[in-house]
């Protein structure tokens, strides 16, 4: 099978490139002709006001990529489009590409932002879903994307835009959410549930279970608000037993949270920053098992998957999609998003019953063999593509 492959690189590096990365390489493994079409958002920093002015009407429709597709599809004539991210410089108009050629597409709903212009449903230390409920100009007027309202507003007629002349519906032959919560989300919203498939991300290569339960507690991510590490070492400081935290990962939050950190007098917290994928999944062998605070739905977070892989336990917030992928008491601990005293209690918990816990990691590590691998993956992967194929 000959596919083509469309991703917008985002400005900073994050789990959408590993993931498109990693289904490039499991296609090739398999056999599979594999083309890309790639740009970056690093597109953006480059030229005049004027040309930044036209970057945003860009965003809406890309005249540029329109007809690099277009040309790609006439030389190389894929079987397949899987398209993984359009934001900001490829945009939607590459649908109608597809479309006039008949090439069948598949596109992978990574975050939510056709119900949200800054991707999350987060604002403000918590979920909003202001966008679905009162319309896309709630956005706008909180300037929830990078902080501004005019980049906000042209993010939001984008999604108004492609709405309401059912770009998506009509073009997209298969979609792939990466969660049932999220499929739920995206059906409520008005997507055709139909055409909805759901396939998590998965982890590759395997890393190998753990030989022995670790020795300290982790979080790997990035450091920004939504991610709850602030709720995380507030926990810490109302823990009572002395458990050593590594912190893996970098972001705006970092100076914030390190001085939050020096503040509460915590010891035994130790900041990383970011480390290679092989680094830290050796630093995920060696937890005894990893924190996901979030106080956002999240979309599927990588690193629980390649914990899964490494037979470690997650304690993370009853909330959204993670919810669903932790299971509270058989491969993980739930606690609520947002509740420091919850999460020092759970924490204490997992702490305190390392058998239980030994156990959960090797529940894990059979949930990965079933859902997160390559094999099953690739198996899901091409399931979705024939079902887009005859759409």
């Not at 004539?77 to 008949?102: E, Q, R, W």
């Not at 993010?155 to 969660?179: E, N, P, Y």
Request: aromatic share 8%; proline share 5%; hydrophobic share 40%.
């Amino acid at each position: 099978m000959k596919i083509l492959q469309v991703h917008n690189f985002y400005q900073q590096p994050g789990g959408e490139d590993v993931v498109f990365s990693q289904e490039r390489g499991l296609l090739e493994s398999k056999g599979h002709e594999v083309i890309t079409y790639t740009r970056s958002n690093h597109e953006a920093q480059a030229g005049s006001l004027l040309d930044r002015a036209r970057m945003l009407r860009s965003i809406v429709s890309s005249d540029e990529s329109r007809r690099q597709v277009t040309d790609l599809l006439r030389a190389r004539k894929p079987d397949l489009v899987h398209i993984h991210n359009t934001f900001m410089m490829i945009s939607p108009s590459i649908y109608d590409a597809c479309a006039a050629l008949g090439v069948p597409t598949v596109l992978t709903l990574h975050n939510y932002r056709m119900l949200c212009p800054s991707t999350t449903l987060y604002r403000n230390g918590e979920v909003c879903e202001e966008c679905i409920d009162g319309g896309l100009a709630r956005g706008v007027m909180h300037g929830c994307y990078r902080e501004s309202r005019l980049t906000t507003a042209a993010v939001a007629m984008m999604i108004q835009i492609h709405r309401s002349s059912k770009t998506w519906d009509r073009h997209v032959g298969a979609f792939i959410a990466l969660t049932e919560f999220a499929k739920q989300k995206f059906i409520d919203n008005g997507l055709p549930s139909a055409k909805i498939h759901v396939k998590p991300n998965f982890v590759a290569p395997d890393p190998g279970e753990r030989e022995r339960a670790g020795d300290y507690a982790l979080f790997v991510g990035r450091l920004s608000p939504e991610k709850g590490v602030a709720v995380l070492l507030e926990a810490w400081g109302k823990l009572g037993v002395p458990v050593p935290l590594k912190i893996v990962g970098d972001g705006p939050s970092r100076a914030e949270l390190q001085s939050q950190a020096e503040r509460l007098g915590l010891q035994g917290v130790e900041f990383l920053g970011r480390l290679d994928g092989a680094e830290a999944r050796e630093t995920i062998k060696r937890a005894g098992f990893l924190v996901i605070p979030s106080l956002w739905y999240e979309g599927f977070p990588l690193v629980i998957a390649e914990s899964f892989a490494c037979g470690v336990p997650v304690v993370g917030s009853r909330l959204g999609s993670m919810e669903e992928i932790i299971r509270d008491g058989s491969d993980g601990v739930h606690f609520t998003a947002g509740d420091a005293d919850d999460l020092a209690e759970k924490m204490r918990w997992a702490w305190t019953h390392p058998a239980e816990m030994e156990e959960f990691g090797r529940s894990a590590r059979r949930k990965f063999e079933a859902h997160y691998s390559p094999q099953a993956n690739y198996e899901a992967l091409m399931d979705i593509y024939g079902k887009a194929a005859s759409a």
